[in-house]
């Protein structure tokens, strides 16, 4: 790249691995063809970055992936505990709460409160589609511990009380 600096500021002499490198003696290039080289390499670097950065991406989306399901196999087996919190979460995944928070924020878009609401949310929509249980047995099992406070996170998720969730759900299945 030292040497790709120096034909870039028409340098005859540069660097490469720290070792003086005199262009002049190995290129004689006209002026369009060092131009020509120069765009050249500088593509290539790119293209190797853009290559090396796809790998981390890819690799990053993977470990991210693992993390989530790590995050809510957790939630999901505390799911009833309504004194589950973001620092038992934290405990449980081996981070501090600020990595915790700093981490889901990043992946999720959410704080690590509104991500353990959010898994108890669709478990209680799930069981509310299921019929098999009470609304009020179902706030419990999803960790809640105050009716009016699941019913208002419930609409704001969800756009609808869970009674009309329920009514929706079934005429959905009429279809």
């Known amino acids: 790249m030292y040497a790709l600096c120096g034909l870039l500021f028409g ?19 006209d002026p369009a063809m060092k131009d020509w080289v120069i765009v050249s390499a500088l593509l290539g670097s790119l293209l190797g970055v853009i290559s090396a950065w796809k790998s981390w991406k890819e690799l990053s989306n993977k470990l991210d992936v693992k993390f989530i399901e790590k995050s809510i196999n957790v939630i999901k087996k505390n799911i009833d505990n309504t004194k589950f919190s973001t620092e038992n979460l934290a405990l449980e995944i081996g981070m501090s709460r600020f ?3 700093l981490k889901l924020k990043l992946i999720t878009g959410q704080s690590t409160s509104e ?18 249980y009470s609304r009020t047995k179902i706030i419990y099992m999803v960790g809640f511990s105050d009716p009016k406070y699941f019913r ?24």
């Open 11 to 29: 340098y005859d002499i540069g660097m490469i691995n720290g070792v003086q490198f005199n262009f002049s003696e190995y290129f004689d290039l």
């Open 152 to 175: 208002t996170c419930f609409k704001k998720h969800f756009g609808c009380t869970p009674s009309n969730y329920r009514i929706l759900y079934l005429l959905y299945l009429s279809y």
């Open 99 to 101: 990595e915790l928070f």
């Open 115 to 132: 991500f353990i609401r959010t898994i108890r949310l669709n478990k209680a929509a799930k069981l509310i589609e299921s019929g098999k």
